[in-house]
């Protein structure tokens, strides 16, 4: 797969938990956006929750589906599975049917996957807004079993954030691949340092220096510098009252 100075092939990222973290601008988005187009290629489907409208676009161009909370989330969730077909959940509304919708999709998936092995990518943007740290609720019951037990049914789940240490540290540091992007806040630091096999200094002055598309690839013991492609899927550019929604309403 070509992901820019760097690959991985489809092995390395099936039935995986990847951790894309990095502050607003270091390039995240993009990196996930390559990983999503590249997966698809490789004949891995994805389903992508998307708090923003952000990866419409991307994946209805690669043949996917796009869907809201007017959709029957049993039916679409069973032809998916069966058809091994992508989808982006368009969660930009965040409003009780729009949380309705991706449990019931989630969890009628995880029970077909039971039934039936088939190999398959959720990528959760914004991943602290649905299995923030030290908070409870159904969907992120859900998403955290799809990410600590989805490998036996051929479920990967990838993890994009940008407040790293809000996100449930059960989850998050059970990640097999780190692409840590750019973050300068002392509480993001932490988080990296303890994630990467590095000297606490070393990440203090490595992570704030590196520029917008670079990453920190740790995988398998290993940390690689890393810059990924441009993809030609930029979507649009999230107004700022977004994010204010999401912070005034409760999952």
């Known amino acids: 797969m070509d992901l820019g100075t760097f690959s991985l092939s489809r ?5 995986k938990c990847i951790a894309v973290l990095g502050i607003r601008g ?3 988005s993009n990196s996930s956006k390559v990983l999503i187009e590249e997966a698809i290629k490789e004949g891995l489907p994805v389903t992508v929750i998307d708090p923003d409208a ?12 796009v869907l809201t909370s007017k959709d029957d989330p ?5 032809i998916h599975h069966k058809q091994g077909k992508s989808s982006v959940i368009d969660m930009s509304d965040w409003d009780v049917e729009s949380f309705a919708f991706l449990f019931k999709y989630l969890t009628n998936l995880w029970e077909l996957s039971k039934e039936e092995r088939k190999d398959r990518i959720i990528v959760v943007e914004e991943a602290h ?3 923030p740290q030290g908070k409870v609720s159904g969907i992120s019951d859900v998403i955290t079993r799809l990410a600590l037990r989805g490998r036996k049914r051929g ?4 993890l994009i954030s940008q407040r790293s240490a809000k996100v449930n540290k059960d989850v998050l540091t059970q990640s097999e691949i780190y692409l840590l992007h750019k973050v ?3 509480v993001d630091l932490k988080v990296y340092r303890e994630i990467l096999p590095m000297k606490p200094k070393e990440v203090d002055v490595l992570v704030p220096s590196l520029g917008v598309g670079e990453a920190i690839l740790y995988m398998e013991g290993k940390t690689q510098k890393v810059k990924f ?7 649009y550019v999230v107004p700022a009252s977004s994010s204010q929604v999401r912070e005034e309403t409760t999952i």
């Not at 952000?54 to 589906?65: F, K, P, Q």
């Not at 049993?74 to 069973?78: A, E």
């Not at 479920?155 to 990838?158: D, F």
């Not at 492609?229 to 979507?235: A, I, L, M, T, V």
């Open 11 to 15: 092995q390395d990222i099936a039935r």
């Open 26 to 28: 270091s390039g995240k």
């Open 54 to 65: 952000e990866y419409v676009e991307l994946v209805n161009s690669l043949g996917g589906d």
């Open 74 to 78: 049993l039916l679409t969730s069973s």
């Open 129 to 131: 807004e649905f299995i």
């Open 155 to 158: 479920i990967g789940i990838v």
């Open 184 to 186: 300068v806040h002392p």
């Open 229 to 235: 492609r441009q993809s030609p899927h930029q979507g």
